[in-house]
Structures are given as C-alpha cells and as structure tokens.
C-alpha cells in the first residue's frame, strides 16, 4: 500500500503506470478487471442489504416467522428461545432464518427476480449519482463512513462489554494460536490494503508531500483495531447463538451475514440495536466502497482514452454494472464461492507482479531515491528488504492457494476458480506480448526493462530535478557546508586554507580559535590545498 500509494502521489495521476515500465501496463489492466469483479460483487452485496433490511423494518422480521411449507421442520425464533431455556439444541437448517434466507437468496420465481432487477437498478443509478460528485465531497463521503463504522462499532463493543458475559471468552478465542497459520486470512490482509486492487487514491486533493508511510502505518493500525473489534462483536454473537443452536457449516460470508447474525441477535437483549448496526453499517462502508472502486476505474481508462469524458465512462461503467449485476446475483452459492477463490489468487500473483517490476527492474535502490527526491527521506534498509522480499512471500502464499484450489470439494466452485484465474492470466499474457512484440519490432528488446524518461513528477522542472539529484551530496551535506563528501570518512569541518597565505598571515588568523571565521558563502574542507597547483591548472 505504501508503494502504490507512493507511485500515485509522486505520479500525480491514476493510470496504468506504463511510463514507469511498459509491462507494468497488461498487469494494471489484470488488475483492473480484479477490481471491476469486486465492484460486481460488492454491488450485488449492497443490493441484497437493501432488501434484506426492507424486509426487516416490521414488527417481526421475516427471519422470526414460519410459513407453511409442506414436508419442511421449521421453529421460529420465539420457539429456538424457548427450547433454549430448555436447554434444547436445535439445528439451523430447521430453523427460520434458514427458510427465510433461501426463499429470499436462492429462490427464482418471478416476483424474487423482478424484486432484485428493481433493487440492483436503484443501487446503480444512487452509485452513478454518488460516483460523478466533486472530488471533495467524494472525500468527505469517505471520511463519514469511515468515522460511522469506526464509533458504531466502539459503542457496540462497549455495550457488549457490560451486558454479556462471552466477551471476554471471545477475545482469548480470537487470540488463540493452536490453530496455526491459515492462509486464508491472507486475504482479509490483501484486500483492503489493496494488493492486487487498484488501491486507494487522494484525487489530486491531498499534498503531494504527505508522510505516505505515516498515513499507512495509521491506516493498518486503525483497521487492524477495528476489524478486531467487529471480529469480536461478530464471535459474541454467534456464542450467544450457538448455545442454543447447532450451526455445523457457515457456508460463505454472505449466508452469515444474511441468516446467522440476525436470528443471533433475537438472543440479545437490545435485538434490534445489532441488527440496525450490522446493516446500517454494511450499507455506509458498501457505499463509499462502490463510489470509490467506480470513480478509480473510470479515472484509469479516462487515462487510457482522454477523449471520452470522464462522466460518460462512469455512465457506461454503470450500465455495464446494472448488466451484470443480475447474473452475478443469481449465481448459486457454490459459484460466488468460485469466483472469489479465483479473485484471491488472482489479487495475489497480480499483486506479486506489480512489486516486482517495481522492485526488481525499476530498481528497489532507484524507488527509494524517488522517496527521498520527493518526501526529503530515505527508506530505511527495513522498508527496502520488505520490498525486495515481499514477490517471494507472494509466491509462497499463491503456491500454498493455488494446491488449495485443486483440493475444493465442489466441483463447480473449483471449476469456477480455475476458469476465472486462466481468463484473467490470458489477459495480462496478451497484453505484455503485444508490448514485448512491440519492442521487438523495434529492435529494442531491452526498452522492455527500461522506464520512459516522462516518470515521475507532473511538472518538467521537477523531472529535470530528478535527474540531477544527487543522492549521495544529499545525504553527506552537513550543517557547516564542507565540501567533503565521502562515504567512508566522515567531515571534521575544517575551513578550505591554502598553504601561500598561511605564512603571510597572522598566526591568530590560522588558529583553532578562529576555524569558523570565514564568510557563510565559503565552503569548507578538511583538505589544504596548493595554490600553485591551481595557477598550474
């Protein structure tokens, strides 16, 4: 994220990056099409929260009820409390809330279908509207849901502490260690920070000279906190739920959202305070999540076709969005669960790419006089070895997924997963062999591995600048100004004397009393040198 965020501020623009490296070019567009598949989902997501919470707002939801279905178990949710003070173990498959969510989720009929054509309509002409903004208000959207999700989940958590008894069986659960590393959490890292995403972006709002690794490092914190905190609301709920009654699976994220985490809350005592929060929640951060994955991508092909404006190609993002959406949505369980597995490897070796072309032909060494040029410090050797070893670790982890993929026991989910992943493999082969045939052509093979002498700062002073910055005077310029600048000696500040004006001198002039007599414009050495030397030159 620091990279990426870092490439943008000093850039001044969102594109493909193909001026940095030209391959740089068919993984944006991989990347790309990562990101539009995640706005495809989350809008689907967005969507069915929206309806969920239409169907919510009566007295008793439609998860509390049964309906006569023949031949079908079903036990309401005043039934599951009573049998709980029975001490009775239900199954969720017979319970209410499972009915509900697979009349509302996995039914076709026409009224279902028509409901989410008119739902997912609403959800992408609000984004259209949300979407082609100014860019401060869009900032400022961010920034409200940002804060909404951040004191709804703190006071949620303070509530729980002082009116259940499992939170603090919740916290030691979530940090408990015997289970080892599961490299599914991979994921939960990768995907807000942005690995193999188009990432965030300021639009141009923000001064080029932010502390980039301060604003991540705050960033990471604040969401590792966070993320902990809903983690923790989440596991109180589901100890409340599953004292009464046996979940054995939780199929996908979205079967917990949707049927497990509200029959959990008709076991607290303020039901409906969690269920307003967990919706509420979901539809602020789904929002300002879709506004800012349409606005990144319309900017990137505005980028690419400087024609067209920039409202058209969020207009036809949009269209396209609403086209795809209703297919998406219809999609069994099984198959969004094969997509996503083909989104996270895909996230993952894309990811991979980009910071080793970056890293490894840019130049790691080259990235980091870029930081300095532009933010006035160095990386430090930690930063720097994190950069040069994070494609390694990537690959560890997509080998590690990819076995994890020829394992899935669903056939159409693995089939799902392979098929996404070859598409969008094929993607970034053409593009990067239209780019190298390119440079063959041109008998430049090795322009492949160099970067357009345009990168870098908007304003051609800047780029000029670049060039000629010096690193190494930069880095040994001290506070007296000598001249000396050697990376094995440090400078001991004596002043520049020259051996046919010592004599003639007084002795008081050429004392250590007045070694920093000299004018501020005069340069300083350590070094005394011959003045018949310089008539000679």
């Given at each position: 994220?620091?990279?990426?965020?870092?490439?943008?501020?000093?850039?001044r623009?969102?594109?493909?990056?193909?001026?940095?490296?030209?391959?740089?070019?068919?993984v944006?567009?991989?990347?790309?099409?990562?990101?539009?598949?995640?706005?495809?989902?989350?809008?689907?997501?967005?969507?069915?929260?929206?309806?969920?919470?239409?169907?919510?707002?009566?007295?008793?939801?439609?998860?509390?009820?049964?309906?006569?279905?023949?031949?079908?178990t079903?036990?309401?949710?005043?039934?599951?409390?009573?049998?709980?003070?029975?001490?009775?173990?239900?199954?969720?498959?017979?319970?209410?809330?499972?009915?509900?969510?697979?009349?509302q989720?996995?039914?076709?009929?026409?009224?279902?279908?028509?409901?989410?054509?008119?739902?997912?309509?609403?959800?992408?002409?609000?984004?259209?509207?949300?979407?082609?903004?100014?860019?401060?208000?869009?900032?400022?959207?961010f920034?409200?849901?940002?804060?909404?999700?951040?004191?709804?989940?703190a006071?949620?958590?303070?509530?729980?502490?002082?009116?259940?008894?499992?939170?603090?069986k919740a916290?030691y659960?979530?940090?408990?260690?015997k289970?080892?590393?599961n490299?599914?959490?991979?994921?939960?890292?990768?995907?807000?920070?942005?690995?193999?995403?188009?990432?965030?972006?300021?639009?141009?709002?923000?001064?080029?000279?932010?502390?980039?690794?301060?604003?991540?490092?705050?960033?990471?914190?604040?969401?590792?906190?966070?993320?902990?905190?809903?983690?923790?609301?989440?596991?109180?709920?589901?100890?409340?739920?599953?004292?009464?009654?046996?979940?054995?699976?939780?199929?996908?994220?979205?079967?917990?959202?949707?049927?497990?985490?509200?029959?959990?809350?008709?076991?607290?005592?303020?039901?409906?305070?969690?269920?307003l929060?967990?919706?509420?929640?979901?539809?602020?951060?789904?929002?300002?999540?879709?506004?800012?994955?349409?606005?990144?991508?319309?900017?990137?092909?505005?980028?690419?076709?400087?024609?067209?404006?920039?409202i058209?190609?969020?207009?036809?993002?949009?269209?396209?969005g609403?086209?795809?959406?209703?297919?998406?949505?219809i999609?069994?369980?099984?198959?969004?669960?094969?997509?996503?597995?083909?989104?996270?490897?895909?996230?993952?070796?894309?990811?991979?790419?980009?910071?080793?072309?970056?890293?490894?032909?840019?130049?790691?060494?080259?990235?980091?006089?870029?930081?300095?040029?532009?933010?006035?410090?160095?990386?430090?050797?930690?930063?720097m070895?994190?950069?040069?070893?994070?494609?390694?670790?990537?690959?560890v982890?997509?080998?590690?997924?990819?076995?994890?993929?020829?394992?899935i026991?669903?056939?159409?989910?693995?089939?799902?997963a392979?098929?996404?992943?070859?598409?969008?493999?094929?993607?970034?082969?053409?593009?990067?062999?239209?780019?190298?045939?390119?440079?063959?052509?041109?008998?430049?093979?090795?322009?492949?591995?160099?970067?357009?002498?345009?990168?870098?700062?908007p304003e051609?002073?800047d780029?000029?600048?670049?060039r000629?910055?010096?690193?190494?005077y930069?880095?040994?310029?001290?506070?007296?100004?000598?001249?000396?600048?050697d990376?094995?000696?440090?400078?001991?500040?004596?002043?520049?004397?020259?051996?046919?004006?010592?004599?003639?001198?007084p002795s008081?002039?050429?004392?250590?009393?007045?070694?920093?007599?000299?004018?501020?414009?005069?340069?300083?050495?350590?070094?005394?040198?011959?003045?018949s030397?310089?008539?000679?030159?």
């Open positions: 994220m620091f990279m990426d965020f870092f490439i943008k501020q000093y850039t623009r969102l594109d493909t990056c193909k001026a940095l490296n030209p391959l740089m070019r068919g944006s567009f991989g990347i790309l099409l990562q990101t539009a598949i995640w706005t495809l989902l989350h809008a689907s997501n967005l969507a069915d929260a929206v309806r969920f919470v239409m169907v919510s707002l009566s007295r008793s939801p439609a998860w509390t009820k049964c309906y006569n279905i023949s031949n079908v079903c036990l309401s949710s005043q039934e599951l409390i009573l049998n709980c003070r029975n001490a009775m173990v239900t199954d969720f498959s017979n319970t209410s809330a499972h009915l509900s969510y697979a009349r989720f996995s039914s076709y009929d026409r009224n279902s279908l028509s409901m989410r054509l008119f739902v997912i309509a609403i959800v992408w002409i609000c984004n259209f509207f949300v979407a082609t903004i100014t860019d401060s208000a869009l900032l400022k959207l920034k409200f849901s940002f804060l909404f999700g951040l004191f709804s989940t006071f949620i958590l303070i509530f729980l502490m002082f009116s259940t008894k499992y939170t603090t916290f659960d979530i940090m408990n260690i289970d080892g590393f490299c599914k959490s991979v994921n939960l890292v990768t995907d807000p920070l942005g690995v193999g995403l188009i990432g965030a972006y300021d639009f141009g709002n923000l001064s080029p000279f932010l502390m980039v690794d301060n604003a991540v490092i705050i960033f990471a914190l604040v969401f590792i906190m966070s993320a902990f905190a809903r983690s923790m609301i989440v596991r109180v709920l589901y100890m409340h739920l599953n004292k009464c009654v046996n979940v054995k699976l939780i199929e996908t994220p979205h079967y917990l959202l949707f049927a497990i985490l509200p029959l959990s809350t008709e076991f607290m005592d303020a039901h409906k305070l969690f269920v929060y967990i919706y509420l929640y979901l539809m602020a951060i789904l929002v300002s999540c879709l506004a800012m994955f349409t606005s990144s991508i319309s900017r990137l092909l505005h980028s690419e076709f400087r024609s067209v404006k920039n058209y190609i969020v207009g036809l993002l949009c269209f396209l609403f086209t795809l959406s209703l297919p998406l949505s999609f069994t369980i099984k198959r969004r669960s094969g997509i996503l597995y083909g989104l996270n490897v895909c996230t993952l070796y894309l990811g991979g790419f980009k910071v080793a072309i970056v890293m490894w032909i840019y130049g790691v060494q080259r990235f980091a006089t870029d930081i300095q040029f532009c933010l006035g410090f160095k990386p430090t050797r930690f930063w070895f994190l950069w040069a070893m994070l494609p390694v670790f990537i690959l982890v997509l080998i590690y997924k990819a076995i994890e993929i020829a394992h026991e669903d056939p159409r989910s693995q089939i799902t392979l098929v996404w992943t070859l598409i969008t493999l094929f993607i970034v082969v053409i593009f990067n062999a239209k780019i190298i045939a390119k440079y063959i052509l041109k008998n430049n093979l090795a322009g492949v591995f160099k970067s357009d002498p345009k990168y870098g700062p051609l002073d780029r000029k600048n670049r000629n910055f010096n690193e190494l930069h880095s040994r310029q001290c506070k007296h100004e000598c001249l000396i600048l990376e094995k000696y440090d400078c001991n500040h004596l002043p520049l004397m020259f051996k046919d004006h010592l004599a003639s001198e008081s002039a050429s004392s250590l009393t007045n070694i920093y007599d000299a004018g501020p414009s005069k340069k300083r050495t350590s070094s005394v040198i011959d003045v030397i310089l008539h000679m030159n």
